[in-house]
């Protein structure tokens, strides 16, 4: 009795067609394609600008980690969501803040992120699903830092 297996490397015009595929359905900004050939790493998180500050927490939807830079003129938050479920699955969404933040922290009961900005303010946002508005601010006299 012979048993079939599957090969472990696809061929290669398989990877080639894959890769093609992945990078035309996304924005290739954000995406990464890691070729399926020996030891490679699950997840792969990257920015193509400097990261100020980031912070990770666990949420019933998945393992959330959140990164601020500056991209150019403006500061922007991304927010990473690993599918608890499927590790294959991961979201990504953007959004635009104005204060350029030094330190940032994720507060799990209130569900909001404190941040500690370059002009010496303390600023609470809300959560993704609010899309990470400033919630209030606090004027502090020295850094926290």
């Not at 104005?98 to 992120?113: A, D």
């Amino acid at each position: 009795m012979r048993l079939k297996s599957k090969p472990l490397l696809l061929p290669w015009r398989q990877v080639q067609d894959l890769i093609l595929s992945i990078l035309k359905s996304q924005d290739p900004q954000d995406a990464t394609v890691t070729v399926p050939y020996g030891l490679q790493m699950v997840h792969s998180l990257h920015h193509q600008y400097t990261l100020r500050c980031m912070t990770f927490y666990h949420a019933t939807s998945g393992d959330i980690y959140v990164s601020h830079y500056d991209a150019g003129v403006t500061n922007q938050m991304q927010l990473w969501t690993v599918n608890l479920f499927s590790e294959l699955q991961v979201k990504s969404v953007k959004f635009d803040i104005k204060p350029t933040i030094l330190c940032l922290i994720f507060i799990p009961k209130l569900r909001v992120f404190a941040g500690f900005c370059n002009d010496m303010i303390i600023r609470i946002f809300s959560d993704s699903k609010h899309c990470m508005s400033e919630i209030t601010s606090a004027l502090c006299l020295t850094t926290i830092l």
